[in-house]
């Protein structure tokens, strides 16, 4: 395997003498590899950086959009349903509701 003689003159270790970026992987840059260049943007999933100009960025883009849609319909629907929950049900809500109702429609 390269890097593992331990003679300092073996030409295993002269092969392995890289510097900077350039032990980094491609899109990594930085003290020890841990930003992305510039370009590029992290991938918090797969833990890689992607360039921005890339074919998997608009697949991102595109999963991504995906996966919140139906996030926020999910939070907009249990909403509605807790509020129309919390206005029919006889209680402090209603008796607020009804006391504001015409207030609220109004705006």
Same mark, same amino acid.
């Given at each position: ?11 295993? +270790?002269?092969?392995?003498? /890289? ?5 980094? @992987?491609?899109?990594?840059?930085? %003290? /020890?590899?841990?930003?992305? *260049? ?6 918090? =999933? ?7 100009? *890339? ?5 991102? *883009? ?6 919140? /849609?139906?996030? !926020? +319909? ?8 807790? /509020?129309? !929950?919390? +206005?029919?049900? %006889? ?7 009804? @006391? @504001? +109702?015409? @207030? =609220?429609?109004?705006?």
């Amino acid at each position: 395997c390269a890097g593992t003689s331990t003679d300092p003159e073996s030409d295993d +270790v002269e092969e392995m003498r /890289l510097e900077g970026d350039e032990l980094c @992987r491609v899109g990594f840059t930085g %003290p /020890l590899c841990s930003t992305c *260049s510039e370009d590029y943007y992290l991938d918090g =999933i797969d833990e890689v950086c992607v360039a921005c100009d *890339s074919k998997e960025a608009a697949k991102q *883009s595109q999963s991504a959009s995906k996966e919140i /849609l139906p996030i !926020v +319909v999910g939070v907009v629907v249990t909403v509605a349903i807790v /509020l129309t !929950v919390a +206005v029919n049900v %006889p209680g402090s809500v209603q008796n607020w509701y009804n @006391r @504001r +109702v015409e @207030r =609220i429609m109004t705006v």
